[in-house]
């Protein structure tokens, strides 16, 4: 595709659920990114993709968060036993190298764990 | 760790008018972005500045950064209403080439036609 994609736009889950949300990055970017965005906060890092393999997964809070990418491309953030405070805009971006001036971002996917 | 520091945390000018937005950092910047996002997008990247002193221009937007490389401003000249959104800094953490970004808390610009 033209740009990042993210799936779905939105997601409202109950407490205690799991859930899925997928990143497709520009095809060929070999660096992905996952970011948390609070209200009237900026973005905090979770986690960086270089190919397959996490590269730094400092920024992840917690075991229940987890996130896949294993063939290089698509990238999936799980969350298990969802919680109230993990309601927040989740954003993916890509970069065809990890040195690279620009990265680009998807239009997230807002979270709401009820 | 990094940490960014944007001021106002908010701006509402009227059309026409210049603003400026800063970007301070704890820590000698090894790459500051400058990135626009509008309520429900993604992040539009702006400009990306590396070397003390550097600035670049992209339409009525202009951005520097300091010679000590720990301070950036972002200026929109005659502003319009479509420069309103949330304008972030982010900074490359350096040390290696990750691209890893900390990001300020944003300032969110109101534009009055």
């Known amino acids: 595709g033209a740009g990042v994609s993210q799936t779905p736009s939105n997601k409202v889950t109950e407490k205690g659920k799991y859930v899925e949300l997928r990143c497709d990055p520009i095809?060929?970017?070999?660096?992905l990114y996952w970011y948390r965005q609070s209200l009237g906060q900026g973005p905090e890092f979770l986690i960086y993709?270089?190919?397959?393999?996490?590269?730094?997964d400092s920024g992840l809070p917690n075991d229940r968060f987890f996130a896949v990418r294993p063939e290089g491309s698509v990238s999936t953030l799980k969350i298990q036993r969802t919680e109230r405070g993990d309601s927040a805009v989740y954003l993916c971006?890509?970069?065809?190298?990890?040195?690279?001036?620009?990265?680009?971002f998807g239009q997230g996917t807002r979270l709401t764990v009820v | 760790s990094q940490e960014l520091e944007q001021s106002p945390q908010s701006l509402i000018v009227q059309e026409g008018k210049n603003l400026t937005i800063n970007c301070t950092s704890s820590?000698?910047?090894?790459?500051l972005y400058w990135y626009k996002q509008k309520y429900g997008e993604g992040l539009i990247f702006l400009m990306m500045l590396q070397k003390g002193g550097e600035e670049k221009s992209h339409e009525k937007i202009t951005a520097k950064l300091d010679e000590k490389k720990q301070q950036s401003s972002l200026h929109i000249t005659a502003s319009q209403p479509s420069h309103a959104g949330i304008y972030l800094c982010?900074?490359?953490?350096?040390?290696?080439?990750?691209?890893?970004?900390?990001f300020g808390q944003g300032t969110i610009l109101t534009v009055h036609p």
């Open positions: 993709f270089q190919g397959t393999g996490a590269a730094d």
């Open positions: 820590k000698t910047l090894y790459g």
């Open positions: 971006a890509s970069r065809d190298d990890p040195s690279n001036t620009e990265a680009f």
């Open positions: 982010g900074a490359d953490t350096g040390g290696t080439s990750y691209g890893k970004l900390t």
């Open positions: 095809s060929g970017h070999t660096a």
